[in-house]
């Protein structure tokens, strides 16, 4: 069950690191209380994720990662701190019992997770690899997905004016 032949090439080697530093960087954001320092340690998050699918080859998943997560979620997370009063006024008291449970829970989750993927039976075969995919990506969304990707471009502008308005409406009734 726990054959461990692992060869340790650079690419191991940098999977490794960067699934650490993805990880570091989610438990620091759940266990920072300052909310700037959250949104440090989920950009950090967001650029290991980012590396790991430059290691699978999708290099054009790994560019919007970067690009959307990166740069926009997370400096619209700072500007959002920002324009928002944040006194510590919410701080609960810690839960030792809970904590013990939820570790405990985890560590099972974690048990389980391990065991199904050393005894799953991944499919030898797979599709071959297109040259450019970033190309293909793109043939894909202009053609057999423009529909679908012209709908979630109308959504995100939607939601981006309904934020606008949300702000402007507090800003006018703090005033």
Same mark, same amino acid.
């Given at each position: 069950?726990?054959? +461990?032949?692992? /060869?340790?090439?650079?690419?191991?080697?940098a999977f490794f690191l960067l699934s650490v530093c993805a990880i570091v960087g989610a438990v620091l954001a759940i266990?920072?209380?300052?909310?700037?320092?959250?949104?440090?340690?989920?950009?950090? =998050? +967001?650029?290991?994720?980012?590396? !790991?699918?430059?290691?699978l080859e999708a290099e054009f998943i790994a560019f919007v990662q970067v690009l959307l997560y990166v740069g926009a979620?997370?400096? @619209?997370?700072?500007?959002?701190?920002?324009? =928002?009063?944040?006194?510590?006024?919410?701080?609960?008291?810690? #839960?030792?019992? !809970? /904590?013990?449970? $939820?570790?405990?829970?985890?560590?099972? !989750?974690?048990?389980?997770?391990?065991?199904?993927? #050393?005894?799953?039976? +991944?499919? =030898?075969?797979?599709?071959? +690899?297109?040259?450019?995919?970033? #190309?293909?990506?793109?043939? @894909? @969304?202009?053609?057999?997905?423009?529909?679908?990707?012209?709908?979630?471009?109308?959504? !995100?502008?939607? $939601?981006?004016?309904?934020?606008?308005?949300?702000?402007?409406?507090?800003?006018?009734?703090?005033?």
């Open positions: 069950m726990f054959n +461990f032949d692992i /060869e340790f090439t650079g690419e191991f080697v266990n920072f209380t300052k909310v700037v320092h959250t949104a440090l340690s989920i950009a950090f =998050t +967001f650029v290991s994720i980012a590396g !790991l699918y430059v290691l979620i997370t400096i @619209l997370m700072i500007f959002g701190i920002m324009m =928002t009063k944040h006194d510590g006024e919410g701080k609960e008291p810690g #839960r030792p019992l !809970l /904590e013990t449970l $939820a570790a405990i829970g985890c560590l099972c !989750l974690f048990g389980i997770i391990f065991y199904g993927i #050393r005894n799953a039976d +991944f499919p =030898t075969d797979s599709a071959p +690899f297109v040259e450019d995919n970033t #190309r293909e990506i793109g043939k @894909l @969304l202009f053609t057999q997905y423009a529909i679908p990707f012209e709908l979630v471009s109308v959504l !995100l502008t939607v $939601a981006f004016i309904g934020a606008i308005a949300l702000a402007k409406r507090e800003e006018e009734s703090s005033q």
